[in-house]
């Protein structure tokens, strides 16, 4: 007979109340019941439990030490169904996420700040990468969510558009059209561009060689070896031209104007494996489409060194609201 849960609260109840009747009343049984089993566990163990008497039972040596083991044992396994159910609700638990686009603001940024205030005990974990890599780890299942650039889709996983954001020129503040509203891409043509070597360098490289050829021009592309604080800084000091998604606007480098051009925008979903049963990620994915359908996200704030049409400044970023 294998020691079940009920067995070990047989044994405490009686010695917390020193007796098989009392015990059998606490917890609903009969006392037969408790007796049989408390006998049968004694039998199993090859150790009594309890010496009995017509008074009640007390502990034997080996019964104390059963009871200890026992409060410890219960005690671990109530925190473990506490957890569980926990997660299993997706009030616990941990997410992890690729992320494609910048956090500084935004619908990414509205997403994780209301999510964190309803669900504060799950764990956001985030991972910086192309979508390449980011889609092979949720196909392993090395991550639940990642959020992408694009209207691709990816075998084995499901996808939504969630929202969109403009692309921006980012221009140092001597530029000739620094005091542009927003730009096209005819006015940067025969400029030198620098992107990074890290995600998302290599995506905006053929971003920019597919939008320029367009004007029968081959662009001069510069890849560094930086991040994006120190593309930005070399963009400041004349170095090139880069291109970036709205969201990154918000963040502040000095010497450096971002200026949206003209008709471009970069649609963004969330891909996840199809058998992906995380419960949190399931609450993190309904608040998504929450916000997406019913645009709870505000519009992303402009900073002081961006300039907007007054059109645009009136519109969601995602021209399907």
Known sequence: ?????????????????????RAAAALGVEESAISRRVRDLEDRLGAPLFTRSTGGVQLTQAGKQFVQRGRKALSQIGLARAEVSAIGRGEDGEIRVGIFSSLASGFLSDLFQAFGQRHKSVKLLFTDGNPAEHVAAVRQHQLDVAFL????????CQSQHLWSERIFAVLPAQHPHAGDNEVSFGDLVGETFIVSESAPGEEIHDYLVQRLADLGHHPDIQ????????????????????????????AQFPGVVFRPIIGEILPFRAVWASRNDNPAFARLLDLA????????????????????????LSQSPDPSR
């Open 1 to 21: 007979m294998p020691v079940q849960v009920r067995h070990i609260r047989y044994v405490i109840a009686a010695a917390d109340h020193g007796s098989f009747r």
């Open 149 to 156: 650039t694009g209207l691709t889709s990816w075998p084995d």
């Open 223 to 250: 890849q560094q070896a930086v991040g994006r604080d120190t593309l930005m800084q070399l963009v400041a000091l004349g170095r090139g031209l880069t291109v970036t998604s709205e969201a990154t606007t918000a």
């Open 289 to 312: 489409r929450s916000m997406a359908r019913v645009g709870e996200a505000p519009d992303v704030s402009v900073p002081q060194n961006v300039a907007l049409p007054r059109a645009a």
